[in-house]
């Protein structure tokens, strides 16, 4: 499991021989740049140093509009409303050598010609095809003043009943839909143009976690959205701390959306100057 969830690894996935990439770890999982995931954070599987993540058959993931899809190997086998798992063949060969593009919050974007020139020189390339979500942060929003003191506008946490509005455009006509980062504990609504788009209350994360809070059907333009936080009632949990949220991301793909694109090396230049998920030598 790549984010830290403690009764995943430990309960319900007990049979499985499972570890967790911050949490019941059995053996070293690095990231990247050598380091560890510190106990109670989630991690991207494009963090994850390769050779540490193909050691694991099957991943389980949750499902966020920041997730990139996991490498080539890997074909999602389920998919349910908050977590899926994604699994390569039992004698798969090692991860390619491969290109990750993803940021904290954005698995898409261009990557750099001469990176993937270099890539081209191993042999041909896959490519994983996905479409960039729509990122708005909430400093860029209408909210209470009294949910961010100085300095943590950029992510406000939600100390009573009030609401997120904004315009956001996007630029192609889908079904968008719409996340949240942190967790909220109160009941919510979220309108688009005024219409109720979807409503949830009580659902908590850990560090990295993303609250589905609904979708719509959007075409090209600008469109009002509306995130409306209510106040502690009488369900259980709802007068509880609030944590900071945010950023506020609009979605028409996840990583079981990405289609794979194979370019033959010469022709490595068809990757450039257009946004990807990542870039690999196909295996």
């Avoid at 966020?64 to 998919?79: H, N």
């Avoid at 939600?158 to 009941?187: C, H, K, M, N, Q």
Wanted: proline content about 9%; hydrophobic content about 35%; overall charge negative.
């Amino acid at each position: 499991m790549t984010a830290y969830e403690p009764y995943g690894v430990r309960h319900f996935l007990r049979e499985s021989d499972p570890e967790g990439v911050s949490e019941l770890r059995r053996n070293e999982i690095p990231l990247l740049g050598g380091r560890t995931v510190e106990k109670g954070f989630s991690v991207d599987t494009d963090r994850i140093d390769p050779v540490a993540l193909g050691f694991y058959r099957t991943l389980v993931l949750r499902r966020s509009p920041a997730q990139s899809r996991p490498p080539s190997p890997y074909r999602l086998i389920w998919q349910g409303e908050f977590y899926e798992a994604w699994q390569r063949p039992a004698a798969a060969a090692a991860i390619p050598e491969r290109l990750p593009l993803s940021d904290r919050y954005d698995p898409i974007a261009e990557p750099d010609c001469a990176e993937i020139a270099a890539l081209a020189r191993s042999g041909d390339l896959v490519a994983a095809r996905g479409i960039g979500p729509v990122i708005v942060p909430l400093s860029a929003t209408r909210y209470p003043t009294g949910w961010a003191p100085p300095g943590t506008r950029y992510a406000p946490t939600p100390t009573s009943a009030g609401s997120i509005e904004v315009p956001v455009r996007v630029g192609r006509s889908d079904t968008y839909e719409i996340w949240i980062g942190g967790s909220l504990r109160p009941a919510v609504e979220v309108f688009v143009d005024g219409e109720l788009a979807g409503e949830t209350r009580h659902e908590l994360n850990n560090a990295g976690g993303y609250v589905r809070l609904g979708s719509a059907l959007l075409d090209p333009g600008v469109h009002r959205i509306e995130v409306q936080i209510g106040g502690a009632d009488l369900h259980p949990g709802s007068g509880g701390a609030q944590g900071p949220i945010g950023p506020l991301v609009l979605s028409a793909g996840e990583a079981a959306d990405t289609e794979l694109v194979r370019v033959a090396a010469a022709n490595y230049r068809e990757l450039c100057r257009r946004d990807w998920d990542w870039v690999e030598v196909a295996g």
